[in-house]
C-alpha cells in the first residue's frame, strides 16, 4: 500500500468521505482509495474507526471484490468493539456462500472464522463443515485453516461436529497445497495444548517428500515442518530422510533453510554419531546459518540466537569460524550484543589471540554501551582459563591506563572477579583499578571497588583514604553498596584497629541510626556486636581473632558464567529450532503459555543425549552447574551467645590488646556499648 495513505485520519472525516464516493455514478475507484485510508488507519491501530461499522457493511453490496476484501478485513478487525452493529455482516457472508466465484466463498469463510463472537462462530462451523468439500482448491484451502482458527476458540465444538476428521482426509487430497495448508492447520491444533498429536507413516512420508520438491517455498515450510511427526524406527530410515532433507538447506528462503535444519537436528536424535555418519554435515550447517546473517537484522538475530542453542546442545553438528561473527560497523546493538555470546563459546586456545584483538577494538568504541559489553566479555573469557585471563589482565591494563570514566568502571567488575577466581595473582591489576577510585560513579563499580579494598586492605597503601571516599557518600548509596561498604570497613578495621576505628564508627552509625531499611540495621548491629563481642579475642587473646576468621574467610570460587541448560530444555528448544519459541533459551510454556511441550517420540532408534562438547569451542570450559562451596569454618567452636539487659540494652565488652588500651583514652568497645545503649533507650522510650 501506497505511503500516501498512511495518514491518520478521523472516523468522521472517513465517513463524509465515504458518503461523497457513493454519490458518484461509477463509486468503486473513489471507495476503494477511502478504503486504503481506513486500512492503513487500522495498521495504525486507530480504534475510534469502529464507529464506521454501518458504512462498512453498506459498502459489501457494492459488486467488486477488492472493495469487499477490504471491508472483511475491517469487520474481522473491529467487530469485537462494536458486536451488534458487526452482526449486520452474517448476513453477507451467507450470501457470499452461494456465490459462484470461489473468492467469494474463500472470504466468507475466512472472515466468520477470524470473529471471535457467537454469531460469526456459529455461521463458521457451519460453512466449515461443508466448504472443506468444495470443488474448488483454494476454497478447501481456507476451510483448512479455519479448522484451526476455530479450534483455537472452541476446541470440544470443533472436534464434536467432526472437522478435524474431516481436515484429516484432506491429507490424500489431489492438490499438493491443500494436503500442504491441511499438515499445517492439524500441526497448529496438536502444538496447542491437548491430547491429539500428528503422526506419520513411511509410506505418506515419501509422499510428502515428492510434494515438497514440487511445492513453492511456503508450502515447503508446512511439509518440512510436518516431516517431524514420523518417528524414524531404525538409524538408518534417519540417515535416508536427513540426506533427502539436505537440498532444502541451499534454498534461498530462510524459513525454508530453517526448517530444514530443525528436521536435521531432530533427526539426528535417531542416528549414532551423525557427524561421523554424514561428515559433511557440520560444514553445511554452519555454512547454511552463516550464510543467512546477510539477511535482514531481524532475521540475524534469530539465526545467531539459534547458533547459540546448537553450540550449547550439538555442538558437534556444526562447524564455523569465530571470525565470521565479528561485528561489522552497521550492525544493530542487539545483534553485536548476541555475536559476542557466540565468539565467547567459540574461543579457545588456537583463536584467543585473534579473539582478544578484536573484543580490543571494540572496547575502545565510540559507543560506551558497547564497550561496556566488550570489557565484560573480557572478564568471561578470563574466568574460563589462566592462560586467557593472563592476556585478559594486560588488555585490561592498558585501558585502565587511558583513565576513561565509563571504561574504568566497567572494568572493575571484571577485576573483581578476576581477583577472585585467582586470589594471590595480578596484584598489578590490583593497584592499577583502585588507583582510580575516583571515577567511580556506578553502583557497580563503587560496589566492585569497595570489595577490592576491603579485600585486600593489607595491599594497598591507601586503603583509609579510599574507604574515606568511597564512604562520604554512603546514605545517598544503593543498598547493596551500603552492605558492601559496611563489611569493607569491618575488614579494614580487623586489619588496622587504630586508624579504621573512626571509619567503622561512622559508618556503622550511618547504618544502624540513620538508615530506614532494616537489612541494613540488621547488618549493622550484626557486625556492631561482632565486633564488641567480650569473647571474639579468642583463647590467645589476639584481637578480634574471632571476628577475623568470619569476615576474612576464603570466598566462593567463581567459575565462569553457567553455559549448560538443562537437557530437557534443550530437547525442546531444539524441537522448536527456527521459530521464536527458541530465541528465549527458556522452555517454552514460560514464553508462549498455550503451547505444548515437545519431546522426542520413543523409538528403537533413538539415541542417549550426548553432552554438549564444547571443548574445541571453549578452551575446556566447566559446563557444570555452578555450585557455592559450603563455607568453612576456620574457628574451632561457636561464638558464645550474646546476652543482652533488656532493661539497659547494653552490650558486654572486653579489652582487646593491652597496647591499645594505653593508646585509647576509650576503647572501641565502650564507644561501641554506649552508643548501643543510647539507641536502644530511644527506642524503649518510642514504643
Sequence with gaps: MDAKYFGKSKAS???AELAQARKKLKPQQRVKIVMKKVVANIILNRPELALLMPEIIALMVIDDYEIRRMCCHYIAHYAVLNPQQAAGAVEFFVRFVGDLDPMLRSLALKTSASVPLKPFLALAFELTRVLLGDSNPHVRTTAAFAVARLYQHDARKTVSHGLIEQLNELLYDENQTVVASALAALRSITDTLGSMSLNINKEHLLALMRLANAANEWRQVYLLSALMAYVPQTCQDAIEMVEAVLPALQHE?????????KVVLYLSNYIDRPELVVPSLPAKLGAVLVSLLSKPPELQFLVLRNVILLLLGKSYLISVDVELFFWKFDDPIFIKDTKLEIIYLLANEHNIDVVFRELEEYATEVDSKMARKAIRAFGNLSLKSEAAAARCVDILLDLISNGISYIVQEASVVVKNILRKYPGKFSQLLHSIVSHYELMEEADAKLAVTWIVGQFAEEISNA???????????????????????????????HYPVEGEKLVLDVLKCATEESDNPDLRDRGFFYWRLITHPQNAGEDGGFQKRTKEIVLNMNPEVNSENDKIDPAILEELELNFGSLASIYLKPVMQVFRLSKRKLLAPSPALQSRRRADLSYYMNNATLQPIERPPRRENHKKPLPPVSRNMSTSSFGTSSSKASLEKNRKESLGQKLTRKASVITRRKSVKY
Excluded: R
Excluded at 528462503?253 to 535444519?261: E, F, R
Design 253 to 261: 528462503n530462510a524459513a525454508v533453510v530453517l526448517n530444514g535444519v
Design 13 to 15: 472525516e472517513l465517513s
Design 464 to 494: 583509609d583514604a579510599i574507604l574515606k571516599y568511597l564512604t562520604a557518600s554512603f546514605s545517598e548509596d544503593p543498598l547493596e553498596v551500603q552492605y558492601a561498604m559496611v563489611t569493607a570497613v569491618v575488614k579494614y578495621y580487623v
